[in-house]
């Protein structure tokens, strides 16, 4: 079979940093005239200004337009990275997340000047708390890892409250790397678990560390489906096992896109969890970011969540402040502009769309697995959901080639490479997350790239040692960059 | 659903693939008992009390304009509100630029053969930042002000290996004290605070009073404070002792177009927002948080930092340099948590100082800076002097206004917010005190209309 290939060539064109297309005394912009008398700075005043560029406005639209199209994006074609849900996210969303009416909000202005806001905040908490069934939630972490701080910081302030301070959070080995560092930012120390050979945490394995560590563990933390895309059976009674001593079920929600309508965490015995919007609730990844990480919980932590909450009075909207909160973890109310694409997602998908949203997902990984398991291995034999994991041992063993050259690879045949070397539990791992945006047709294309890839590995007729070539820049020197770093314009002199 | 592609045929096809009967052959491995539970309501009041088919495009864009015409915004309502988050003129290339699905959805620059657009814009803002705040080493973003504080206090700590406290200004905002003081309850770290003097300016005996009792491994200043006013940080930097690092925390980055730039003053990091500088002010966020600091401390910053490189081919590029801090590598011994940040935001602030370059930037200080003079002169006219006297002013200060509540509830009735109470903020001695802030939206008309409603 041979694969017609997507990554064509055509004109890119070459551009330096913007500061190298600057002269002396021109600018693109206009202030409005000043209605005032002109005023400067007296003995404060900046002696030297700041070096900025000095270019027109085309140059400035033509710079940042030639950057735009040396990146691969979602517009362009498929994005199958494994945890980080990289679905196609309706345009609708970015023209409401505009609107003057929210744009040209101040989080200060008096609470009967900024109504529209305020609601928006209050159904989109208590939607997301209904999805996932959990009582309380707040809306304020700017994105997930500061989700898992929070989560993990109400815990802190429980245990404070009742009985005092606990030392560890259990975290399994196929955790995010967020996991362990949020813990260690919440002032508590991970204990890592090894999941067992199916790639999902044990009942015995919970117990052990029970009688371990006892009352002196917090919390467990885990992502369900977990890293490897698997959903964690045991759940319910780990969490009974850890509520038998006073500890926490903390849930990492950064895979709620394969369980919305089909699992709750409230029903698996989470005490709380923290969602990122920008997966599953559709705000685009802008490059890293603005994500969104809200926080969910049963009643018992909502007396600590982060102030202000927003309340209905009466069809009034006003805030309060808990006095057992644990203060604030983000500036203000949190990313606005990421809740307005998520509450219009929800409400553009409804109860059943949302569903539908899920069971896709879970129907086109699993698509992608079929199709893809004869030709590489699978890091686990368990089903998986949303995602599926996928090993290099078959191709190392028998022609040397690794995940990092497949990735590569992957890039000259018009695709974003899969999330590589993570889960760290499967050695070479290709976490492979489709998305339910992506139609049979794409999904196929994208089957036979890799199809196509482990074939010329296995006929020796490549290595993929070069790899990428079409791309606008060569292999990219990672090691160099990092042995005499040049991180500004300014550093290239040095 | 329109984005949602799979038809009942394919469905079928999938399903014969994949060598199942039904959907839940997929989920056998959830426990019954939780499946059976799994479906919710979505309740959005009256109108959609139990919303199980979703509304359409149109349907959506009606309920949205109608919940935000719900806020009163510009230009049925104008105000002078600031401290910390502020109003600006967004030049129609920033929307659109930004917007171009290539930066909109693609990912983090994990891949750079993929991704040199998105890396060569961090690496320009990174130069912007650097030039800016006249410091040598700048990340890629953090999440905003507040949060970019919390992290420099973070990393003074671990800087100083010892160390267990830190100060704050009093006249840091109460927000970014707020969140450092979240951000390090999970450490024994004791967090005291600097109070200020007569003038609203951090008060240097009490500061030397505490640096000698506590041993502090950072001091966290604002420039200019939240009370509008600038600190003399070469003379804080010249009390503090060696091992504590001054932290400063600039509400407003703006500012540094017409003043000293903390790093000519010897500051050791400069954190904080960037939101005024191309990003509205959405009821708080998304924004972007800045972070530049000296060489030495590199190994130390939290967050991701582009570097420039070669390709195979020799040729310039870009890519995500010195991870081994970060939490994907690290766990738990990276130097944050920080993953997710503020790519777009970032691309936002790279577009809109591009934009305005040298000169725009600095006519954009000179015009708040301005308009500000001309408000202060007027309110003083009108009997509303400045709460603090002996310091000098960018675009905001705190007025003490004679009979505030009345006069504020003046405001309003005219659909103007003239500023933010300090009260609530800063305790009774504040009972009158209104913090007023320009923007370049405002004009003579706008300062004139202000002066008179709040002043009579």
Redesign the interface.
């Known amino acids: 079979m041979s694969t017609r290939n997507k990554a064509a060539s055509g004109i890119a064109l070459r ?1 330096d ?3 190298e297309r ?1 002269a002396s ?8 005239q ?9 003995s ?4 030297k ?7 027109s ?1 085309l140059q ?2 033509r ?14 074609g498929t ?1 199958p ?1 494994g945890s ?1 849900t ?5 345009r ?1 969303n ?3 997340a ?13 609470l ?6 305020l ?2 905040i209050y ?1 989109l908490e ?2 997301l708390a ?2 996932v ?1 959990l009582d309380a939630c707040t809306v304020q972490p ?5 989700g ?2 929070t989560g ?2 109400l815990i ?1 302030a429980f245990h404070e409250k009742h009985g005092g301070h606990r030392k560890y959070v259990l975290i399994p080995d196929s955790a ?3 996991n ?9 120390e ?1 204990i890592p678990l090894k999941v067992g050979k199916d790639g999902f945490m044990t009942v015995e394995l919970v117990e052990e560390a029970i009688s371990k560590y006892g009352r002196d563990i917090a919390a467990l933390m885990t992502t369900n489906p977990n890293t490897l895309g ?2 964690e ?1 045991n759940i ?1 009674q780990i969490a009974e096992l850890l509520h038998g001593i006073g500890a926490q079920l903390c849930m990492d929600g950064a895979n709620m896109n394969a ?1 919305l ?4 965490p409230g ?2 015995g989470v005490d709380v969890m923290q969602y ?1 919007l ?1 997966k599953t609730f559709s705000t ?9 990480g809200p926080v969910a919980c049963r009643s018992h932590l909502a007396p600590f969540l ?1 102030n202000p909450r927003v309340v209905e009075r009466n069809g009034v909207y006003q805030i309060e402040h808990l006095p057992d909160s ?13 809740m ?1 694409r998520a509450l ?1 997602y ?8 949302l ?3 899920s ?2 997902a ?3 990984a ?2 992608l ?3 893809l398991q004869k030709h590489y291995r699978l890091g686990t034999s ?2 998986h ?1 949303h995602e599926c994991v996928l090993s290099d041992s078959k191709q190392i063993e028998e022609n040397g080639v690794k995940t990092i050259q497949i ?2 690879a992957l ?1 000259d045949f018009g695709y ?2 899969p999330t590589v070397y ?1 889960p760290l539990t499967v050695p070479g791992a290709m976490l492979i997350e489709p998305t ?5 047709q794409e999904l196929d294309e994208l089957a036979d790239a890799f199809i196509e890839i482990a074939k010329q590995i296995e006929n020796k007729e490549e290595t993929f040692e ?1 790899s ?1 070539r079409k ?8 090691v ?3 042995r005499k ?8 002199s040095l | ?6 038809t009942p045929e ?2 079928k ?3 014969q ?4 009967q039904s ?1 839940d052959d ?6 019954p ?3 059976e ?9 009256p109108e ?1 009390p ?6 359409t ?1 149109h349907e ?2 009606d ?3 109608k ?8 230009p049925e ?1 104008i ?1 002078f ?1 600031g ?3 502020y ?1 600006n ?1 967004i ?1 129609a ?1 920033v ?1 659109q ?1 930004a ?11 994990y ?8 890396l ?2 961090i ?2 803002f ?3 930042m ?3 705040t ?1 410091m ?3 990340n ?2 953090m ?5 970019s504080t919390a992290e420099a206090v ?1 990393m003074a700590q671990r800087l100083s290996k010892g160390s267990k406290s830190v100060l704050l200004a009093t006249n840091l905002s109460p ?2 004290r ?2 450092t ?3 390090l ?3 024994e770290t004791q967090i005291a605070e600097v109070l200020f003097d007569e003038n609203g300016l951090l008060d240097l005996n009490h500061l030397s009073k505490l640096t000698q009792s506590l041993d502090p491994c950072a001091l966290v200043v604002s420039y200019p404070n939240y009370f509008g006013s ?1 600190e003399d940080l070469a003379a804080i930097k010249k009390s503090l002792p060696a091992s504590c690092l001054l932290i400063v925390a600039v509400p407003d980055l703006s500012a ?6 903390p790093g000519f003053f010897g500051a050791d990091i400069v954190a904080g ?1 960037a939101q005024q500088l191309g990003t ?9 948080g800045f972070f530049t600091t000296r060489k030495e401390y ?1 190994r130390q910053l939290p967050g ?10 020799n ?1 310039k ?1 870009y ?1 995500l ?2 991870s081994t801090r ?7 011994k ?1 130097t ?10 970032a ?1 936002r602030t ?2 809109y ?12 200080g ?2 708040n ?3 500000f ?2 408000l202060k002169e007027n309110l003083l006219a009108r009997q509303i002097p400045l709460k603090f006297g002996g310091a ?1 002013y ?1 675009r905001e200060a705190v007025f003490e206004v004679p009979k505030l509540e009345e006069r504020f509830g003046k405001c ?1 009735a005219k659909n103007i ?1 003239p500023g ?1 109470r300090l009260r609530d903020k800063f305790g009774p001695a504040f009972e009158n005190s209104l913090l007023i802030t320009v923007n ?2 405002h ?3 706008h ?1 004139d209309l202000l002066c008179e409603v709040l002043g009579s």
């Open positions: 551009e940093t913007i500061f600057s005394g021109r600018t693109g912009f206009e202030l409005p000043l209605t005032v008398p002109s005023k400067k700075p007296g404060l005043g900046r002696k200004a700041a070096e900025l560029p000095e270019v406005e400035v639209v710079h940042f337009t030639r950057l735009s199209s040396w990146n691969y994006a979602i517009d362009l994005f990275l980080c990289m679905k196609y996210n309706p609708i970015e023209e409401l505009a609107l003057p009416g929210f744009c040209d909000v101040h989080p200060e202005l008096p009967d000047y900024c109504q529209g806001s609601k928006l159904l208590r939607a209904n999805i069934g700017a994105a997930g890892a500061v898992e701080f993990l910081t802190r995010h790397g967020t362990p560092a949020s813990c260690i930012l919440a002032g508590y991970a698997v959903f059976q319910a369980i309508g089909i699992a709750k029903d698996m990122n920008h685009p990844h802008g490059g890293g970011g603005p994500g969104s982060p644990i203060g604030k973890v983000k500036g203000a109310f949190g990313n606005f502009g990421v307005v219009a929800i409400i553009n998908h409804g109860s059943s769309g569903r539908r949203v069971t896709n879970v129907i086109n699993n698509y697995r079929a199709r368990t089903p959901f990735a590569k890039m974003h490479p993570f339910e945006t992506e139609s049979l070069n990428p791309t606008f820049v060569g292999k990219v020197d990672e160099g960059a990092a770093p040049i991180l500004s314009l300014d550093d290239r | 659903m329109p984005s949602l592609p799979l394919e469905e096809k999938a399903f693939t994949i060598g199942i959907f997929l989920i056998a491995t959830i426990p008992k939780i499946r539970s799994a479906r919710f309501q979505l309740d959005f009041g959609y139990n919303l199980n088919t979703g509304l495009e959506l864009r309920y949205f304009n919940l935000a015409l719900e806020n009163k915004t510009a309502a105000h509100l401290g910390g988050i109003d003129i030049p290339i929307n630029l917007l171009r699905g290539e930066f909109l959805t693609c990912y983090t620059p891949q750079p053969e993929i991704s040199q657009g998105t060569q814009a690496f320009e990174q130069t912007l650097c030039r800016i006249e040598p080493l700048s890629a973003s999440y905003d002000g507040p949060t973070l927000e970014y707020t969140v003081r979240t951000f309850s999970g450490h600038f540094l177009s017409i003043f000293e730039a927002e509205p002010m959405l009821f708080g966020g998304p924004h972007v590199l991701r930092i582009v570097g420039e490189t070669r390709d195979s081919r040729e590029c890519t340099t010195l970060e939490q994907h590598i690290r766990r738990d990276a944050s948590n920080i993953c997710t940040n503020q790519g777009l935001i691309l790279t577009i100082l591009s934009f305005l370059g040298k000169k725009g930037f600095q006519s954009l000179e015009t800076f301005s308009l003079e001309y000098s960018y309003l917010v933010i370049p939206k004009n003579r008309q300062l």
